[in-house]
């Protein structure tokens, strides 16, 4: 299975990017879905998560700014970013965990570039 994400940019603060990951198979097998970003020397840290039954979990820096959505009809994954700051920067990496089996699978990483 691949995971394709697209949407990445350079924005200044204020502005938005929406992000998507599209998966090549359905992602009704994946319990939970989401993002998460990384800046260099640092560790991947979560972003956003959506379950399969649809509960959602931010990271409290993008609480109120960002909205995660999965449309499984499509097989996406989607993270709307409002307000963006520069500490959003980073690379963004489309995650999925399947449950039944305790996989995680990654896509590739989008960069973010957000200036002041």
């Known amino acids: 299975v691949q995971l394709q994400a697209s949407g990445g940019g350079s924005v200044q603060a204020g502005g938005s990017l929406t992000l998507s990951c599209t998966s090549s198979?359905?992602?009704?097998?994946?319990?939970?879905m989401g993002w998460y970003r990384q800046v260099p020397g640092n560790q991947r840290e979560m972003v956003a998560t959506?379950?399969?039954?649809?509960?959602?979990v931010y990271a409290e820096p993008v609480k109120g700014r960002f909205i995660i959505s999965r449309d499984n009809a499509v097989r996406t994954v989607s993270l709307q970013m409002n307000s963006l700051k520069p500490e959003d920067t980073a690379v963004y990496y489309c995650?999925?965990?399947?449950?039944?089996?305790?996989?995680?699978?990654w896509g590739q990483g989008t960069q973010v570039t957000v200036s002041s």
């Open positions: 995650w999925a965990f399947d449950f039944g089996t305790l996989y995680t699978h």
């Open positions: 198979e359905s992602i009704l097998r994946w319990t939970n």
């Open positions: 959506v379950s399969n039954d649809g509960k959602i």
